[in-house]
């Protein structure tokens, strides 16, 4: 099995933490999406597997009209194998979800999530982010505390897969503002949760900002207790911690996520946007006018590099850690050799020692006490 992700490199406005590809002025959105159309065709030969994911990722997707995604949908289905119970995620916005405007097709009278629905989507991961203003406004985001409750409420008479986006560690965020976040969450009885520690990334406006002492700089020890109060509050609540960020009713785990951490095969559509097969990733040009000029020569916009069987033990280890199944240690002999998995074990002894990891039978998972380290316990492992 496979999957394909597409791009949609456009937002209402630039949220201050974000450093993700993408452009406010919607201008070439018509000329972009015939790109990522033409994408589609052109490298339809890549996936050999059925296509088990759809996912329409950004940017905000829930910019494009109807017929906008109906349009990506069916080249996926004209060009590509497809299972028969494929997952079609949609990224989206709580705003654009209660615009109830008609689509552009004239006699098709309907909301706009009744209408993700008879395209095909069947998932909807909203980007909450948070149920406060405070938080929203620092932030930058183009919805109000009272519009992220609303769309979920309206969102689940159509759909019943659904994940929300929820941020902690944002300055400012106390411990019971985030406990109170998870508990709206829960209340609201949301199948899946994606929680993601707020980060600093360069060349945003939330960097500037705390350079110039605007906003306080973000606490990694808030971020950990806010992660552990995240633990406690999903456990009770019955919601499986299957990948460090991802907690999910049984049933509701993401399939596309999922299939990202077991290493299978993807193809990523559109500007900026990442492909691996096994043996090599690619990735397109991040810019909206270069990719639709290559696209429209019939020439790839992208670049790829082949992975080292280094390469891919470091990888291996670093997405089996994040996950509830860990990292097995006959697949490391069985895929590297006996060299790798003596070394594997030898690195691991001191987190072994210490509790952060823990070995059941031949596979080695982060304990509760490791969580939060997780990437930099994975990297303790890694092969220099």
């Given at each position: 099995?496979?999957?394909?992700?597409?791009?949609?490199?456009?937002?209402?406005?630039?949220?201050?933490?974000?450093?993700?590809?993408?452009?406010?002025?919607?201008?070439?959105k018509t000329e972009l999406v015939n790109a990522l159309c033409q994408e589609l065709v052109l490298r339809k030969e890549e996936l050999k597997d059925e296509v088990e994911t759809i996912y329409l990722g950004g940017g905000t997707p829930s910019l494009l009209s109807i017929e906008d995604l109906r349009l990506l949908?069916?080249?996926?289905?004209?060009?590509?194998?497809?299972?028969?119970?494929?997952?079609?995620?949609?990224?989206a916005n709580p705003d654009d979800l209660l615009d109830v405007s008609l689509s552009a097709v004239e006699d098709l009278a309907e909301t706009k999530l009744l209408a993700f629905k008879n395209i095909g989507i069947n998932r909807l991961s909203i980007g909450i982010q948070s149920f406060f203003e405070e938080d929203?406004?620092?932030?930058?985001?183009?919805?109000?505390?009272?519009?992220?409750?609303?769309?979920?409420?309206?969102?689940?008479?159509?759909?019943?897969?659904?994940?929300?986006?929820?941020?902690?560690?944002?300055?400012?965020?106390?411990?019971?503002?985030?406990?109170?976040?998870?508990?709206?969450?829960?209340?609201?009885?949301?199948?899946?949760?994606?929680?993601?520690?707020?980060?600093?990334?360069?060349?945003?406006?939330?960097?500037?900002?705390?350079?110039?002492?605007?906003?306080?700089?973000?606490?990694?020890?808030?971020?950990?207790?806010?992660?552990?109060?995240?633990?406690?509050?999903?456990?009770?609540?019955?919601?499986?911690?299957?990948?460090?960020?991802?907690?999910?009713?049984?049933?509701?785990?993401?399939?596309?996520?999922?299939?990202?951490?077991?290493?299978?095969?993807?193809?990523?559509?559109?500007?900026?946007?990442?492909?691996?097969?096994?043996?090599?990733?690619?990735?397109?040009?991040?810019?909206?006018?270069?990719?639709?000029?290559?696209?429209?020569?019939?020439?790839?916009?992208?670049?790829?590099?082949?992975?080292?069987?280094?390469?891919?033990?470091?990888?291996?280890?670093?997405?089996?850690?994040?996950?509830?199944?860990?990292?097995?240690?006959?697949?490391?002999?069985?895929?590297?050799?006996?060299?790798?998995?003596?070394?594997?074990?030898?690195?691991?002894?001191?987190?072994?020692?210490?509790?952060?990891?823990?070995?059941?039978?031949?596979?080695?998972?982060?304990?509760?006490?490791?969580?939060?380290?997780?990437?930099?316990?994975?990297?303790?492992?890694?092969?220099?």
């Amino acid at each position: 099995m496979s999957g394909i992700y597409i791009h949609i490199p456009f937002c209402k406005q630039a949220c201050h933490y974000c450093d993700f590809h993408f452009s406010t002025s919607l201008k070439k959105k018509t000329e972009l999406v015939n790109a990522l159309c033409q994408e589609l065709v052109l490298r339809k030969e890549e996936l050999k597997d059925e296509v088990e994911t759809i996912y329409l990722g950004g940017g905000t997707p829930s910019l494009l009209s109807i017929e906008d995604l109906r349009l990506l949908i069916s080249e996926v289905y004209n060009n590509y194998e497809v299972s028969e119970n494929p997952e079609i995620t949609l990224e989206a916005n709580p705003d654009d979800l209660l615009d109830v405007s008609l689509s552009a097709v004239e006699d098709l009278a309907e909301t706009k999530l009744l209408a993700f629905k008879n395209i095909g989507i069947n998932r909807l991961s909203i980007g909450i982010q948070s149920f406060f203003e405070e938080d929203l406004k620092l932030m930058n985001r183009a919805h109000n505390a009272s519009e992220a409750l609303e769309c979920i409420k309206e969102a689940k008479k159509y759909f019943e897969n659904i994940s929300i986006d929820l941020i902690y560690g944002i300055p400012g965020m106390s411990d019971e503002r985030w406990k109170k976040n998870l508990e709206i969450a829960l209340k609201l009885d949301v199948p899946h949760l994606s929680c993601y520690a707020l980060t600093v990334e360069p060349k945003t406006a939330l960097k500037k900002f705390i350079e110039k002492g605007i906003v306080p700089p973000v606490d990694e020890d808030v971020a950990k207790k806010h992660y552990e109060i995240l633990l406690s509050e999903t456990e009770k609540a019955g919601l499986e911690n299957y990948e460090f960020s991802n907690f999910g009713k049984p049933g509701f785990h993401s399939r596309n996520n999922t299939a990202y951490w077991e290493g299978k095969p993807y193809l990523g559509i559109g500007p900026s946007a990442h492909s691996y097969n096994g043996k090599s990733r690619s990735w397109n040009v991040a810019n909206n006018t270069k990719y639709i000029k290559s696209i429209e020569a019939g020439i790839l916009p992208s670049e790829s590099e082949i992975l080292s069987k280094e390469d891919k033990y470091n990888e291996y280890i670093m997405t089996g850690l994040r996950t509830k199944k860990g990292v097995s240690l006959e697949k490391v002999e069985s895929e590297f050799g006996e060299k790798y998995s003596e070394y594997l074990l030898k690195q691991a002894e001191n987190s072994l020692k210490t509790g952060l990891l823990i070995q059941e039978n031949q596979t080695l998972k982060i304990s509760k006490k490791g969580k939060f380290l997780s990437d930099g316990i994975a990297a303790d492992l890694f092969w220099i």
